[in-house]
């Protein structure tokens, strides 16, 4: 029932002075049930949020919070337990593994906007440079430790054992490393930090991001697949509720993809989801 409504009904049954108290107290409530609290890693896309996402929910009644973890475990455990309402910060691959191996119910709802993994380096310029023995530091979580070898071998630099699942690859299922190169997993925060001592890192977009690194200073920078950019998550029996439609109609809005185009910020580099690049052909076109 809206608020109004209630409080119109409330009229014609207690004294004026009771009706201001309970029209703050269910104000007050009110208000609480329209605030979304998003989770975020470290990176672009609270930033994506507050630019792009935020703005339209705000013309829709809604208040957002955002809330800022410092790894990619927190905000899938804070989603299930209740302590956000959704979050943006991984792609479908990473979400699916996580629930299934923490026996999480939760699901994506819409893809936006994301920064690729880039191979940086601090000490040399090219692939060419890397020679037996160079460090080579990259993710530890499963998904993206086997995203990044992927995106590895794609350069080049290294190739699997026949029959295995390069998905869930590990440094264990490298087959041929012909520069007699070193990986190096780490958790995916701290590799920008390695820059220092590492011949080279590759760096999830959100963390290089976070660090300040410029996309287009990375030796390399990877062709996302569908299946890895990101997502916005939410529990799955949240799903059909108003503010996860309001969120999703805000993120396929018009004013959504200005923000996206806007020469002037830094999603201007990421790389579209099919449904944007799609939209974009079918205006093209007519």
Do not use: C
């Not at 940086?120 to 530091?137: A, M």
């Not at 990259?138 to 086997?146: Q, R, W």
Request: charged content about 20%.
């Amino acid at each position: 029932m809206r608020l109004s409504s209630l409080l119109n009904r409330l009229a014609n049954h207690v004294p004026a002075l009771v009706l201001v108290f309970m029209t703050g107290i269910l104000s007050t409530a009110y208000a609480a049930d329209q605030t979304i609290v998003f989770g975020v890693a470290p990176g672009p896309y609270g930033d994506l949020i507050k630019q792009a996402i935020q703005p339209g929910l705000e013309k829709k009644g809604y208040k957002v919070v955002l809330k800022e973890f410092s790894d990619y475990v927190q905000p899938n455990l804070a989603l299930a337990n209740g302590s956000i309402d959704a979050n943006l910060f991984q792609h479908v691959l990473y979400l699916k593994k996580f629930s299934a191996d923490k026996g999480l119910d939760l699901s994506e709802i819409i893809a936006v906007p994301t920064a690729g993994l880039g191979l940086y380096s601090n000490k040399i310029k090219s692939l060419g440079e890397l020679k037996k023995g160079d460090v080579i530091t990259l993710a530890n979580d499963p998904t993206n430790l086997a995203r990044a070898l992927r995106f590895l071998a794609k350069l080049g630099l290294l190739t699997f054992n026949q029959n295995i699942d390069p998905t869930t690859a590990s440094e264990k299922d490298i087959d041929q490393n012909p520069r007699g190169l070193v990986f190096k997993p780490l958790e995916a925060a701290q590799l920008p930090r390695t820059l220092d001592t590492a011949t080279a890192s590759v760096v999830n977009g959100n963390y290089a991001i976070a660090a300040g690194l410029d996309l287009a200073s990375a030796l390399e920078l990877e062709v996302l697949d569908e299946n890895v950019k990101i997502v916005l998550a939410v529990r799955t029996p949240d799903k059909d509720k108003p503010f996860v439609k309001d969120i999703a109609a805000v993120i396929e809005s018009d004013e959504f993809i200005a923000v996206i185009d806007d020469p002037n910020r830094v999603f201007k580099s990421f790389q579209r989801p099919d449904w944007i690049t799609d939209r974009l052909a079918s205006k093209s076109a007519q």
